[in-house]
């Protein structure tokens, strides 16, 4: 069964910086992307970053570009979301998801995901 976990969530002010952390079990993923999703209050849910299994291709949303920077650890299966000056408009439950896909900015492209971690950024 496959999982994954998100951590590393919280309240946080405007211009500070969170880590967010997602671990990875149950199977092997090698060849799979890893990506990082966020659904804010009343709103779909958006891409936000991901990144090849290798590590060597990463994309962004325009939103996040020079402020998140997406890595992971093959070799532990996590992936992690480093955000710096963060923004109110930050604010959403962040989700990490893997699939085996190329089309890395779709949701339903990715059949696995975690249960989200909150993410609040005070103004």
């Known amino acids: 069964q496959v999982q994954l976990v998100e951590s590393g969530g919280g309240l946080v002010q405007a211009g500070g910086s969170l880590r967010l952390s997602c671990a990875a079990s149950?199977?092997?993923?090698?060849?799979?992307?890893m990506g990082w999703f966020r659904q804010g209050p009343g709103k779909e849910r958006e891409f936000v970053a991901a990144?090849?299994?290798?590590?060597?291709?990463?994309y962004y949303a325009d939103s996040v570009k020079g402020r998140f920077t997406i890595s992971r650890d093959n070799a532990k299966n996590t992936v992690f979301l480093q955000m710096n000056s963060l923004k109110p408009e930050d604010t959403a439950v962040y989700y990490c998801?893997?699939?085996?896909?190329?089309?890395?900015?779709?949701?339903?492209?990715?059949?696995?995901w975690g249960q989200g971690t909150q993410v609040t950024v005070s103004s």
């Open positions: 990144s090849t299994w290798s590590g060597g291709n990463t």
């Open positions: 998801a893997t699939g085996s896909t190329y089309n890395y900015k779709r949701p339903a492209s990715y059949g696995y």
């Open positions: 149950g199977r092997t993923f090698s060849g799979y992307a």
